[in-house]
């Protein structure tokens, strides 16, 4: 059993989805978090607080999963990441587990 957890910008999210059900990971949870690169001017400019640094919309993705799958799926994101044609691509690690009940 391992720990797999991917984090992209929210956009890409539908993309996602068809990538875990083409791996056949089928159980995972999600959460929506604020991505950061390097200070970004026009978003700190759009904030309410212009002291105030927001970040980008993404979503993290991570699923208790057996290797097979995940080969798979780091193989599916790598094919996505090479056609994309932005600067955001899609992250993935995976996280060796020790114990789990």
Known sequence: ???LILTSVAE????I???FKT???EAFSRSEIDGYKKSNKLIATLSWFPGEKGGNESLMFFSF???EKIDLLFNL???FNEKMETNNPIRLAVVN???YI
């Open 1 to 3: 059993m391992k720990l």
């Open 12 to 15: 890409f999210q539908e993309e």
């Open 17 to 19: 989805l068809k990538l």
């Open 23 to 25: 791996a056949k990971i």
């Open 65 to 67: 999963t057996e290797k």
């Open 77 to 79: 994101v790598s094919e």
């Open 97 to 99: 587990i020790e114990k």
